[in-house]
Nanobody, 124 residues
Framework: QVQVVESGGGSVQAGGSLRLSCVVS????????TGWFRQAPGKEREFVAA???????YYADAVKGRFAISGDDGQNTVFLQMNSLKSEDTAVYYC??????????????????WGQGTQVTVSS
């Protein structure tokens, strides 16, 4: 059974940094894309960033220049480095994975595998 597990959330003051990690296990993927989404209280889940198996990255406009997505060799672990955090970045952050293109990277319906989420709280 495939498991998607996020870690690294926490509380930080505005301007600070956090690094989230995502590990996908339970199956060998010949190709795998990994994405990060977030959901703030009272809001819909939104796309944050994605790392395609080719190495291509995508970012939401709200995080460009502040967040960076990367993976270790083989992308067994994917990281989301978050710098210059703002209060509006406060949300539960979810990692998602897929092994085929099922939609645009910024659409959550395009990602069949999800983690439980990790809370990020940024205080001003």
């Amino acid at each position: 059974q495939v498991q998607v597990v996020e870690s690294g959330g926490g509380s930080v003051q505005a301007g600070g940094s956090l690094r989230l990690s995502c590990v996908v296990s339970g199956r060998t993927f010949s190709r795998r894309d990994t994405g990060w989404f977030r959901q703030a209280p009272g809001k819909e889940r939104e796309f944050v960033a994605a790392l395609i198996w080719t190495g291509t990255t995508y970012y939401a406009d709200a995080v460009k220049g502040r967040f960076a997505i990367s993976g270790d060799d083989g992308q067994n672990t994917v990281f989301l480095q978050m710098n210059s955090l703002k209060s509006e970045d406060t949300a539960v952050y979810y990692c998602a994975a897929r092994d085929r293109i099922t939609g645009a990277v910024n659409e959550d319906r395009a990602w069949p595998l999800w983690g439980q989420g990790t809370q990020v709280t940024v205080s001003s």
